[in-house]
């Protein structure tokens, strides 16, 4: 099993990003998919989440109308745009995959946001 996210870097305020994370090893299409995020010196949040079935969305309220979560299952890939970046948004950004009790990771990508 492989989640490997792509796509971070640093950014000024304001400016976007789009992470990828394409997923291997197990049925893409059955597991909801998230995005996390852990700044320094913090605990892991939640950013997004979409779900295996619909395809429905939530987000943490700090990056609603911000941020977009979507997925690909052609391609076994989950993105998470993000627009009007703050440097609070600054941390490492990890994938999640669940099914029920499985719990995939992935190693993360680091975002900097900074003038």
């Known amino acids: 099993v492989q989640l490997v996210e792509s796509g971070g870097g640093l950014v000024q305020p304001g400016g976007s990003l789009r992470l990828s994370c394409a997923a291997s090893?197990?049925?893409?299409?059955?597991?909801?998919m998230s995005w996390y995020r852990q700044a320094p010196g913090k605990e892991r949040e939640l950013v997004a989440t979409?779900?295996?079935?619909?395809?429905?969305?939530s987000y943490a309220d700090s990056m609603k109308g911000r941020f977009t979560i979507s997925r690909d299952n052609a391609k076994n890939t989950v993105y998470l745009q993000m627009n009007s970046l703050k440097p609070e948004d600054t941390a490492v950004y990890y994938c999640?995959?669940?099914?029920?009790?499985?719990?995939?990771w992935g190693q993360g990508t680091q975002v900097t946001v900074s003038s």
């Open positions: 999640n995959a669940r099914n029920y009790l499985i719990n995939y």
């Open positions: 090893g197990f049925t893409f299409s059955r597991f909801a």
């Open positions: 979409i779900t295996s079935a619909s395809g429905s969305t």
